[in-house]
C-alpha cells in the first residue's frame, strides 16, 4: 500500500493530515510528522502537499551509511531508528523534500504509508492505493 | 496539576532595547486557562495605567490555549492591547496559522512592547528571535508585496504565520488591521496602528515541536469524536458551502441588513451581490486555517483587463465575508460584485479594518448628501452611493491623511462626527464601528455592553432572531441572556478555540478536552472561570477611564425600523445601567 495525493488542488490548507501523523505516532503538535502541507508562495495561489512516493529503489535508503533506512517491500523505506546516526544525507537525497526532520530527536521522519492521514483529509486529497499507478 | 502539558512560556520582546526573554506562567493557564483569559492578566500587568496607546509602554499581547496544536478548531490567537481607536481595551482575534505556529515556536503568548528606533520586523523561529531591518519595505505601498518579500526571506514555510500591517498601520489610522496569511486579520480596534507606532512592519513565528498528552489511546478516540462533529455538523457545512456570505439574503428577507449608513434595512440589490452570486461567478478557492477541518475562508477570483493593451488581464484573488460584504458593500449601496471585490481589495491592499472604513466611508457621503460638509472638505471627491471608484479614491485619501476631512476620518466615524456634525447618523458604539446585523436591541445592546463592542462578544443579533422574534424582553432579561453567552465564549476564546465551532465546544466537550491536558474542572467551575474573565475585561476598562455615563448613541437605530419592531434609547440606557450596576 502506499499514500498518493489524488488532488492537490482540492486541498485547503487545513494541516489536519500532518497534525494526524503526529497523532498515529502518541504525540500531540507536528515534530513527527511525516507529510507537509505548504503554500505554493501565498495561500492564493493554493498548496503543495509533500508525501513520500515509496520509490522503487529509493535515493533515502541508498544514501544511509549506516543501513537505518532499508528498502521496503512494496516500495519506500523502512527506519530502524537505533541505527541512524541523524547525519541528514536521506534528507538531502529526497529531491521532493519527503524526508522530514524531527529537531527535538535530530532524526529523520518518513512516511510508513499506514494511511491513518487519509482518514482526516475533509476534502479527499490523499489517498491509499494498492499498487502504483503509473501515468505515461 | 501536571504542568507539563501546558504552553507556559511567554516570550517578552523589547522592541527598545532588541532584547527578549522567557517567561514561565503555569499559574496563568492553570487560573485563566489561556486566550483571552491569560492575555488580560498579562495585559493588566505590563501596561501601566492611562498609557498612551502609541507610547512605548503599550504592550501587544498575543495568547494561544492549551488546546492549540492538540484539537481541532483550536486555531486563533487573541491579540490584546490598548487601542488607539477606542483609548481603552483591545481584543482583537486572528486565524491562518498564526495560533498553531506560536505554539509550535514553544509560547502559550507572545508581549512586544516598546519602540525600535527603525523600521523592524521580527522573525522568531523556536527559541530563535531575530530583529531584522525593515527600512525597505517601510511605506510599500502594498501589503500583499510586503508578504511577498517577507516569505522568500525566512524559512519555516507551511509552519510559519506572517503577522503584517499595510501603510495604514505605518500611518497610525487608528483602525488600521494586522493581516496575517494574506486573508485573516486581526481586523478591529487598531492593532496596525499600534504596531505602526512601535516601527513594527510584521511579525512571523515559525516552529515544530511535540506536545506531550497524559492518555494516547484516550487523546486519540477524543480527537475523532471532535473531528467528526465537526466534520459531520450542518452548521460547520454552512461556514463551508458559502460561508458567512450567505447571510447576505436572509438578513435581507428579515429586514436587517444595514444599507446606505443605515438609512434602511433592505437593500434592493442584496440578490446581486449574495453570497450564492459570489460563490456561482467568482469564488476561485476556499482555504482553512491550521489544523480547521473546515474552511470557510472564501477566495474570489477576479479577472479584469488592464485596458491600455489588448488581450492583457491580470487575476486577483479576493477574500470575501459577510461583515466586508456589509460594510464595503450594502451599507455604501454598491450592487456590482467587481465593485465591492476592487474596494476590499484596495482595503486589504493598505491594511485597514474593512468594517470600520466602509462605516466611516459611509457617514460621509451622508454627510455630503445632507451638506453637513462639501466637496470643499473631500476635496473635490463626490462621494456617491454604489460609486466604488470613487470609495477607492477616498480610500486612498484616508490612508495618505491628506488633509483635515480625510486626517478625522482616519480617527473613526465618532471622531470625524464630533468635529464635523452628523452625530445622529454616525454609526459607532463606544467608539467602533457597527457591524452588520439591524436584527433588534440584542444586535444593538450587545454590541454597546459588550467588552471589546463586538458581534461576535455575546452574538445580540441571534438572540434577535431566536427569541425576541417571539416575545419582548424587557432590559433585564436582554442584559441577562447577552451575559450567559458573553461569559462563555471568554472559555472559548481562552481555549482558544474559533466561535465558529461553538456548536462543537460543548461544555462536556470543553471538559473532556481539557482533561487530556491535565485540568480538573466541572461545568460550574468553567462558569465562574468565565465570569471572572470577562468581570477581569472590565476591571482593566473601568480602570483605563471607560464611562457609562458619557457615551454617544447614535439615534439612527431607532429612526430604521428593525425586523421586531422598534426599541427606544431608555432601553438601550436602562440595559447600560444594569451592566453598569453589575461590573462596579
Keep these: 500500500m502506499r499514500l498518493a495525493v489524488v488532488d492537490t488542488e482540492r486541498c485547503i490548507g487545513c494541516q489536519s493530515c500532518m497534525f494526524a501523523c503526529s497523532r498515529r505516532q502518541q504525540e500531540g503538535g507536528l515534530a513527527r510528522s511525516c507529510l507537509g502541507v505548504k503554500s505554493i508562495g501565498g495561500m492564493e495561489r493554493g498548496f503543495m502537499v509533500i508525501v513520500c512516493r515509496a520509490c522503487d529503489n529509493p535515493?533515502?535508503?541508498?544514501?544511509?551509511?549506516?543501513?537505518?533506512?532499508?528498502?521496503?517491500?512494496?516500495?519506500?523505506?523502512?527506519?530502524?531508528?537505533?541505527?541512524?546516526?541523524?547525519?541528514?544525507?536521506?534528507?538531502?537525497?529526497?529531491?521532493?523534500?519527503?524526508?522530514f526532520w524531527n529537531d527535538e530527536i535530530n532524526k529523520p521522519m518518513i512516511c510508513i504509508h499506514c494511511g491513518y492521514c487519509v482518514k482526516f483529509c475533509p476534502h479527499g486529497v490523499l489517498k491509499l492505493e494498492k499498487t502504483r499507478e503509473v501515468k505515461h | 496539576m501536571i504542568n507539563h502539558y501546558l504552553p507556559s512560556n511567554i516570550l517578552h520582546i523589547d522592541l527598545s532595547n532588541n532584547k527578549f526573554w522567557i517567561e514561565k506562567r503555569q499559574d496563568l493557564f492553570e487560573k485563566y486557562i489561556g486566550g483571552t483569559g491569560i492575555a488580560i492578566q498579562l495585559l493588566q500587568e505590563n501596561c501601566p495605567k492611562g498609557c498612551d496607546p502609541f507610547s512605548p509602554e503599550n504592550p501587544i499581547v498575543f495568547a494561544v490555549g492549551p488546546l492549540t496544536g492538540l484539537f481541532p478548531l483550536a486555531s486563533k490567537t487573541v491579540a490584546m492591547f490598548k487601542s488607539p481607536h477606542t483609548g481603552n481595551l483591545g481584543e482583537s482575534h486572528c486565524g491562518g496559522r498564526s495560533a498553531v505556529a506560536i505554539r509550535m515556536a514553544g509560547y502559550g503568548a507572545i508581549v512586544i512592547r516598546g519602540i525600535s528606533n527603525n523600521p523592524t520586523y521580527l522573525a522568531i523561529h523556536g527559541s530563535k528571535v531575530h530583529f531584522r531591518d525593515a527600512s525597505t519595505i517601510w511605506g510599500m505601498e502594498s501589503i500583499f508585496t510586503v508578504g511577498r518579500i517577507i516569505r522568500e526571506n525566512e524559512p519555516g514555510s507551511g509552519l510559519r504565520t506572517i503577522m503584517r500591517i499595510g501603510s495604514a498601520g505605518e500611518r497610525l489610522v487608528s483602525y488600521a488591521c494586522v493581516t496575517t496569511e494574506t486573508y485573516r486579520h486581526f481586523g478591529r480596534l487598531g492593532l496596525g496602528a499600534v504596531f505602526?507606532?512601535?516601527?513594527?512592519?510584521?511579525?512571523?513565528?515559525?516552529?515544530?515541536?511535540?506536545?506531550?498528552?497524559?492518555?494516547?489511546?484516550?487523546?486519540?478516540n477524543l480527537y475523532d469524536e471532535v473531528y467528526n462533529s465537526a466534520v459531520n455538523s450542518p452548521v460547520m457545512q454552512k461556514y463551508h458551502d458559502l460561508g458567512t456570505a450567505e447571510n447576505i439574503l436572509p438578513l435581507n428577507e428579515l429586514g436587517g441588513l444595514p444599507t446606505r449608513n443605515l438609512q434602511t434595512a433592505r437593500f434592493e440589490n442584496a440578490s446581486k451581490i449574495s453570497g450564492e452570486v459570489l460563490a456561482q461567478e467568482y469564488l476561485g478557492r476556499r482555504l482553512a486555517c491550521s489544523h480547521c477541518p473546515i474552511g470557510c475562508i472564501h477566495i474570489a477570483a477576479l479577472r479584469e483587463p488592464y485596458g491600455d493593451e489588448r488581450y492583457f488581464y491580470k487575476t486577483s484573488m479576493i477574500c470575501y465575508d459577510y461583515e466586508p460584504m456589509y460594510a464595503l458593500g450594502t451599507m455604501l449601496g454598491i450592487s456590482e460584485p467587481e465593485g465591492f471585490l476592487k474596494l476590499m481589495d484596495q482595503v486589504e491592499k493598505r491594511g485597514l479594518d474593512s468594517m470600520s472604513t466602509g462605516v466611516v466611508l459611509a457617514w460621509a457621503t451622508e454627510a455630503l448628501e445632507k451638506g453637513i460638509i462639501t466637496e470643499k472638505e473631500t476635496k473635490g471627491i463626490k462621494l456617491r452611493w454604489g460609486d466604488y471608484k470613487i470609495y477607492i479614491e477616498a480610500v486612498k485619501l484616508i490612508v495618505d491623511k491628506s488633509d483635515g476631512f480625510y486626517n478625522a476620518l482616519a480617527h473613526g466615524v465618532e471622531y470625524a462626527a464630533s468635529k464635523y456634525g452628523g452625530k445622529e447618523f454616525a454609526l459607532s458604539f463606544m467608539g467602533n464601528e457597527m457591524p452588520g446585523y439591524h436584527t433588534g436591541p440584542g444586535a444593538h445592546v450587545g454590541v454597546f455592553i459588550g467588552a471589546r463592542h463586538s458581534h461576535l462578544d455575546n452574538a445580540g443579533y441571534s438572540i434577535d432572531q431566536k427569541i425576541l422574534v417571539n416575545r419582548k424582553h424587557t432590559p433585564d432579561e436582554l442584559v441577562e441572556n447577552l451575559l450567559k453567552e458573553e461569559y462563555w465564549r471568554q472559555i472559548l476564546s481562552s481555549l482558544a478555540v474559533c466561535f465558529f465551532a461553538r456548536g462543537v465546544y460543548i461544555a462536556d466537550i470543553v471538559l473532556k478536552t481539557l482533561q487530556t491536558v491535565g485540568y480538573d474542572l466541572t461545568e460550574n467551575n468553567l462558569h465562574k472561570i468565565g465570569e471572572e474573565i470577562h468581570r477581569e475585561k472590565y476591571k482593566f476598562k473601568i480602570r483605563e477611564g471607560f464611562n457609562f455615563d458619557d457615551f454617544h448613541i447614535p439615534n439612527r437605530i431607532f429612526d430604521t425600523p428593525t425586523p421586531i419592531g422598534e426599541f427606544d434609547r431608555d432601553f438601550v440606557l436602562n440595559a447600560v445601567k444594569i451592566i453598569k450596576k453589575k461590573m462596579s
Design chain 1, 59 to 99: 535515493p533515502c535508503a541508498k544514501t544511509c551509511p549506516t543501513s537505518a533506512l532499508t528498502p521496503r517491500e512494496g516500495g519506500g523505506v523502512k527506519v530502524d531508528i537505533t541505527k541512524c546516526i541523524g547525519c541528514g544525507r536521506c534528507k538531502d537525497a529526497c529531491i521532493i523534500g519527503a524526508v
Design chain 2, 196 to 220: 505602526g507606532s512601535k516601527k513594527l512592519k510584521a511579525v512571523v513565528v515559525s516552529g515544530k515541536r511535540s506536545l506531550k498528552i497524559k492518555d494516547s489511546k484516550h487523546y486519540q
